[in-house]
């Protein structure tokens, strides 16, 4: 509990010095509670972030009413990168913890522009679930959930 605390007025964090204008970025959307900003090491052109302005570390910690702003405001951003740059559609993607790819440790959704021809990105190769399989996990989530 200590340690969720600390991590909520983290002072040494960059996303909540970018998202509260302490650190310059190129700022595409602002509102009270959001900072959309361009990547800096962008998957394709136009990837954005999307900030919250409070430090969550990631979307387990992330508060529901911030949650809840987050799909319609990303809907928003890809309409507008779809108008202005032209892109074919957009992947939403948000990362959790190390082994999921995440390296800053404030929540932040990514809204990447995909454009007709380009590489292919946020893929997987399915495996064939066995039915026994599918039913221990379920199992285990449900249990988690109860
Ligand atoms: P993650 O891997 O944590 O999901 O994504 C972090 C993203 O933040 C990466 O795509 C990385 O390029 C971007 N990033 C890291 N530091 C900065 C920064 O200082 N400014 C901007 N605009 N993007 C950053
Ligand atoms: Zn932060």
Same mark, same amino acid.
């Given at each position: 509990?200590?340690? =969720? #605390? *600390?991590?909520?007025?983290? *002072?040494?964090? #960059? ?7 302490? #650190? @310059?970025?190129? $700022?595409?959307?602002?509102? =009270? ?8 090491? @962008?998957?394709?052109?136009?990837? &954005?972030? #999307?900030? /919250?302005?409070? +430090? ?10 911030? &949650? ?30 190390? *082994? ?5 440790? +404030?929540? +932040? $959704? +990514?809204?990447? /522009? ?13 495996? $064939?679930?066995? @039915? *026994?399989?599918?039913?221990? $996990? ?9």
């Amino acid at each position: 509990m200590e340690k =969720e #605390i *600390e991590d909520m007025k983290d *002072e040494t964090c #960059i996303f909540c010095k970018i998202a509260n204008g302490e #650190i @310059p970025s190129e $700022t595409v959307y602002e509102d =009270e509670m959001f900072r959309v900003i361009l990547d800096l090491g @962008p998957a394709s052109r136009g990837h &954005a972030l #999307i900030l /919250p302005k409070d +430090h969550y570390k990631d979307l387990c910690q992330l508060d529901e009413k911030v &949650a809840a702003r987050i799909m319609p405001l990303a809907a928003k951003m890809g309409r507008a990168m779809k108008e202005s740059l032209g892109c074919a559609g957009f992947n939403v993607v948000q990362n959790n913890g190390e *082994e999921a790819g995440q390296t800053v440790f +404030h929540f +932040h $959704t +990514h809204i990447i /522009p995909r454009y007709e021809n380009g590489p292919a990105m946020v893929s997987w190769t399915p495996k $064939t679930a066995q @039915p *026994e399989e599918l039913k221990e $996990t379920g199992e285990a989530i449900r249990k988690a959930l109860s």
